[in-house]
């Protein structure tokens, strides 16, 4: 992922918003919010070279600058309403677990609201497991909702 990608990437991040059920976030940031929170090395778009567009991101963040937990990573990954249930999610995490797992990450996590159940199963079969549900963790629109924790810890790690 990088600067030339930034107005397909926020624009899925908004079209993500929009819909209500992938994020407590109410308007996607500026390219350069969004690129300073995230990790370059965590971070990748599909490309659909034939339609010469972006059809879906994953990205990372720190989830502490805590040294205890510098192997651990938040992640979100967005897909293009047209460009669902074709595989880019799956190999968004795939191309997000293949670099953690090259820099020795020992855990992906991430919340999800319970309502998103095609995140929930594309994070399953990509190998995150349900830690447990946070009730009411957060205020969406003015309402509480949940998030479900799901995270994905590497097999290489004793």
């Not at 930034?6 to 919010?33: C, H, K, M, R, S």
Request: net charge negative; proline share 2%.
């Amino acid at each position: 992922m990088t600067t030339e990608h930034a107005d397909e990437v926020l624009a899925i991040y908004q079209a993500g918003i929009d819909e209500g059920n992938a994020t407590f976030e109410t308007e996607a940031p500026t390219w350069e919010a969004f690129d300073a929170a995230r990790l370059a090395e965590y971070r990748f778009v599909a490309f659909d070279r034939d339609a010469g567009r972006v059809l879906g991101w994953v990205a990372a963040t720190a989830v502490s600058d805590r040294c205890v937990y510098a192997g651990v990573v938040e992640h979100s990954v967005y897909v293009h309403a047209d460009a669902r249930g074709r595989g880019v999610a799956s190999a968004l995490l795939k191309a997000l677990v293949d670099s953690t797992e090259a820099a020795g990450i020992w855990t992906i996590q991430s919340g999800i609201f319970p309502e998103n159940a095609a995140s929930l199963a594309v994070h399953a079969r990509a190998g995150f497991r349900v830690v447990g549900t946070r009730e009411r963790i957060g205020r969406h629109h003015g309402r509480w909702r949940d998030t479900v924790l799901v995270e994905r810890r590497s097999p290489h790690i004793d």
